[in-house]
């Protein structure tokens, strides 16, 4: 039997859950374990092996094949995931050299060496730099509505339509032409949902699109698959830390909960997995990704609609019963 405090919380520490295994789940769990207020700790992941949320590596094609992330953006000292990259030995000696870092590129992905349209035909890299040029152009002026009063467009994706829109009525080039020029600029369009993380940019606000930090350093892969990085960060955690198969099914706040296996212990928070399942903490880090809708990410934290809208706006990637509670 494990002997607990007057608050109700065991004198070897507060227990806390992580919900996500992924790389931010990951992330917070490694934090964590290295820090002596925090001996009980676990992760809860729907899947069957961790890490495997964004990032999925497979072998292929005599290769690596990254089903999900496919490269560090802005891979500098100030990138948390570079220099985890670097710490673990998993970058090339270019990627990791001063100069690389130094590079600024605006945080956009640089050009192709070559392209081909989907006929097969080789598509000229002056039109390609020509339409690199106007989109990432567009992208920059969409950066600049963060104090404004009012923007153009709800959207990044329906500001830089309508103005590409505008581009277009002034091209004389014949109809061939024209339709390359667009089918490259759509190629911009989905390679920038990419750098976004997002299945259309008419799902990102124009407003605070400016809030995005642009780091130096040239875009860089890793040669055995991202999925290195997760799996050394699986590795660095203590063997019973991750808990597999628990999809969560809600979470229960501000509440006085006991369980039968901490006897005399009363916990604020309840974590309910899907196979009826429950977990007591008394904190919990909730990581999901950001594109899940207002209605399920609400469902999940046992709190209103409106108070999930309202910790999106404050920025509250980690909730707590006190935040969830406002």
């Known amino acids: ?20 295994g992924g790389i931010a789940g990951l992330g917070a769990a490694q934090r964590l374990c ?38 560090i953006h802005g891979p500098s000292r100030g990138n948390p995931v570079f220099q985890l990259a670097a710490e673990y030995g998993l970058l090339g000696e270019k990627a990791l050299s001063e100069e690389n870092q130094l590079v600024e590129t605006g945080g956009h992905v640089g050009l192709p060496c070559v392209s081909y349209a989907s006929s097969g035909v080789r598509v000229s890299l002056q039109l390609v730099a020509e339409m690199a040029t106007l989109f990432y152009g567009l992208i920059d002026q969409s950066r600049e ?28 080039e014949d109809e061939e032409t024209r339709k390359l020029k667009l089918a490259v600029l759509s190629a911009f369009f989905n ?11 008419d ?19 890793f040669a055995e698959g991202y999925q290195g990085l997760t799996n050394c ?33 009363t916990f604020p928070v309840s974590v309910e997995c899907e196979d009826g399942d429950r977990f007591p903490a008394h904190h919990v880090i909730v990581t999901v990704p950001l594109g899940p809708s207002t209605f399920s990410v609400g469902s999940l934290l046992g709190s209103s609609l409106s108070s999930w809208r309202l910790c999106r706006m404050k920025k509250c990637f980690c909730v707590s019963p006190r935040c969830s509670g406002e």
């Open 233 to 265: 960060m699986v590795a660095s955690l203590p063997e019973d830390t991750l808990v597999f198969e628990k999809p969560v099914k809600t979470i229960h706040w501000n509440g006085a909960f006991q369980e039968a296996a901490f006897p005399g212990e």
């Open 1 to 20: 039997m494990e002997a607990t405090g007057g608050d109700g919380k065991a004198p070897g520490g507060p227990r806390v859950l992580v919900v996500g």
């Open 191 to 201: 390679l920038e949902c990419c750098v976004s993380g997002t299945h259309s940019l």
């Open 145 to 172: 509505f963060l104090q404004a009063a009012e923007t153009p467009a709800p959207s990044v994706g329906q500001y830089l339509k309508e103005a590409i829109r505008r581009h277009v009525a002034g091209w004389t």
């Open 203 to 221: 799902l990102v606000a124009l407003a605070p699109f400016g809030e995005y930090t642009v780091l130096p350093g040239l875009d860089c892969t």
């Open 34 to 71: 290295g820090h002596p207020a925090f001996p009980h700790l676990r992760v809860l992941d729907a899947r069957p092996v961790p890490g495997r949320s964004r990032i999925r590596s497979e072998r292929g094609f005599g290769g690596v094949v990254e089903v999900g992330a496919h490269w």
